[in-house]
Structure formats: structure tokens, C-alpha cells
């Protein structure tokens, strides 16, 4: 091609390579999604923690029980939920596409079916608070109930959005597999 002062290739004007300059599609979606995935993996994890904490300090009774309230019973499996998002960021390095699918697959059993759980768990208490304005679990003075819906409400929003850009990131993923064969 041509240089920035030298001559150029005869039968051409200077401007015939901004084709090659263009990133293809699915490499450009593929960034992105793990980008946003990366996001709410790190979110999952800040909300992850909070309820390691809240478990921590309620069951080695570093605050007493009315200002942090013990936990409910299914935050214990979601604890484990920290598995497929780590087998989520796993597989981003060289685009692993059956890390992701554990990871998806494992999201459900592990993050969805606890939040699900939690939430017909917590549903009696939720019905007394709102019925009769009784609640028996505080969180620093708010319901316990409450606090625990609205973390279930925001990690179910994280998890969901989680697998919607996974599953897209996987088809971006099968489509260059897909090119690399035709090739």
C-alpha cells in the first residue's frame, strides 16, 4: 500500500482499505456482551458478599439479633451461586463455550431456583408484615423481610440478564465456529 509521503500502488487512489479495517460482527458483539456480562458478574458478587455478611454476623453474633436478623434458608444454597458466575468468567479467555453453558445451566439451579425458593419461603412473613404491620426479623431497623425481597427482586434482575446475555454471547459464539468451518 502506500506509505504517508512515498508513492503509491499504481491503479490506486489511497483509499481502498478501509474494507479490511472493519471488525467483523460477531467479534464486536461478542466484546460487548462480555462486557456486560462482566458487569452484572460483579454486581452478582457485591450482593453475593452482602449476604455472606449478613450470614456471618448472624450466625457468630457480632451484632445482636434485632439489628441483624438470622438468615432465611435459602440463602444458604445461593451461596453457591458464586460457582457459575466464576465458570462464567472462566470461559471468556478463549470464548470456552461449554464453560458457558455450565455456567447458564448452573445459574439456574444454583442462583434462580434459590431466589424462587426465597421467595414462596418468605411470602407468609411478607403477607403478616403487609396484612397486620407485624414483623419479627429486622435488618438495622428495617423488616427483614423487606430488605430480603428487595434483594431477591434485584439479584433475580441480575441473574435474568445474566442468562439473556450469556445465550447471546453463545449464538455470537456458534456463529464464528459456524464461519471458521466454512473456511
Keep these: 500500500m502506500a506509505s504517508r509521503g512515498g508513492p503509491r500502488a499504481p491503479g490506486t487512489d489511497g483509499s481502498d482499505f478501509q474494507h479490511r479495517e472493519r471488525v467483523a460482527s460477531h467479534y464486536q458483539m461478542s466484546v460487548t456482551l462480555k462486557s456486560e456480562i462482566k458487569k452484572l458478574i460483579y454486581t452478582h458478587v457485591v450482593i453475593w458478599l452482602l449476604l455472606l455478611a449478613q450470614m456471618c454476623v448472624g450466625h457468630l453474633k457480632l451484632l445482636p439479633h434485632d439489628q441483624v436478623a438470622m438468615p432465611y434458608q435459602w440463602e444458604y444454597p445461593y451461596l453457591l451461586s458464586i460457582l457459575p458466575s466464576l465458570m462464567g468468567l472462566l470461559s471468556f479467555p478463549r470464548n470456552n463455550i461449554s464453560y458457558l453453558v455450565l455456567s447458564m445451566i448452573s445459574t439456574g439451579l444454583f442462583s434462580v431456583a ?37 434483594v431477591v427482586v434485584v439479584a433475580a434482575q441480575v441473574h435474568g440478564w445474566q442468562l439473556y446475555y450469556s445465550k447471546k454471547l453463545l449464538d455470537s459464539w456458534f456463529t464464528s465456529t459456524q464461519e471458521k468451518k466454512k473456511k
Design 114 to 150: 434459590p431466589l424462587i425458593y426465597g421467595a414462596m419461603e418468605m411470602f407468609p412473613m411478607a403477607q403478616q408484615l403487609y396484612r397486620h404491620g407485624k414483623a419479627y426479623r429486622f435488618i438495622f431497623g428495617f423488616s427483614a423481610v423487606s430488605v430480603m425481597y428487595l
